[in-house]
């Protein structure tokens, strides 16, 4: 059958219906666009416990190939068995798994309600001491513009008010218990995911790349696996080195603090080991409600404890972090704060998480990209040779002949 486009005109013409095609769909998804995130919020609700189980079996990947070559080269080492040897290492990595999240909860979490507890009676304390002069400050500043007895019925309402929101906060207690249970669950049905994943992860792999090869051109499966490997090099080793070096943080601060007999150690250096997880703007993130909460205390204490963490994140930036992450992000400061403000702007805390390994992936992708189209070109592919292009830059000879036809025949002649 006789094609209608012309050869000729073929791709061009291809090209523009795919264009308009692109503009058309941009244009029904921008006009149609709450739908279409209601029902991709929709998708994510129902799809939740298994993105928890992925990510569970990608944290709890490493440990599990480390201890299946443990046990293959020493128990299973005349008798292989793949099966069993997988099955003990993801038992193993779940038992480890359980254990930090179970000593969190038993050991952590009871000192820090007793370290909130202890700084609210605290502030209670501190505002019965000083009621007289924060009273004045009140009506100093027009927060408040009545005295006497009037004022005492004022701070009755207020605490009528907190009252009425305490009260409505046992109203939903409901709701809270409700997602709370929805929490359990999608983490049960998560965990039971992840055990199959990393039982089969092979398994599916293979179907993956089955179904990848069935719909594509060879060349093509081979760019995505090898970009899903790096993909994959990238995150496991920005986010496994990323909470191994939080902490790591959390641990020296906690140390640190004791000796420095500075107050609430254990809440402050939890709150800085976690805040630690998000690159460039964590240590800020974590240092100013704990210098906060030190203020309140003991002004001098949140003082040292500013140089303390300063220091800190100055040998957690230079020698902890490159130590254990290496280079696999690869990013100046500049991209990683770029990446951190668009990610956390579009999809607020885990953006910012995820945001620095999904912009090195698409850097390297961009970067890899342009220098084979560079060499292609008999181009160099340092940055360094392209600081004072053109005059410094040394072009192919035929690339400079035609640069010099193409200025001769665009050159106005002289009137």
Known sequence: MKSLIPKEIRAKTLSNITVVCVGIALAVTLLHLGEIWAAVKAVMRTIAPFIIGFMIAFLLMPIVSRAETFFNETLFKRKPHPKLSRAIATIIAYVVFLSLLSGFFAILVPQLITSVKSILQYIANFVSMNRETINQLLLKYEFLSIEGEQLVIAWENVVSQLMNYTSLLVNNLMAISSSIYTLVFQMLVGMIAAFYLLMDREKYCAQVKKLCYGL???STCETLIYWTRRAHKIFSGFITGKI???MIIGVICYVCMLLF???YPLLISVIVGFTNIVPFFGPLIGAIPSALILLLINPLSALWFLVFILILQQIDGNVIGPFIMGDYVGLS?????LAIMIGSGLFGFAGML???PVFALIYAIVKASTEARLRARNLPTESSAYEKAPENLSLPQEITEKTH???ETDETPDI
Do not use: C, Y
């Open 333 to 337: 400061p500049f991209f990683i704060m």
């Open 405 to 407: 036809q193409k200025d």
């Open 216 to 218: 594509f051109k060879p």
């Open 354 to 356: 995820l945001s620095v």
């Open 261 to 263: 007999r500075i107050e």
């Open 244 to 246: 191994l070096d939080s």
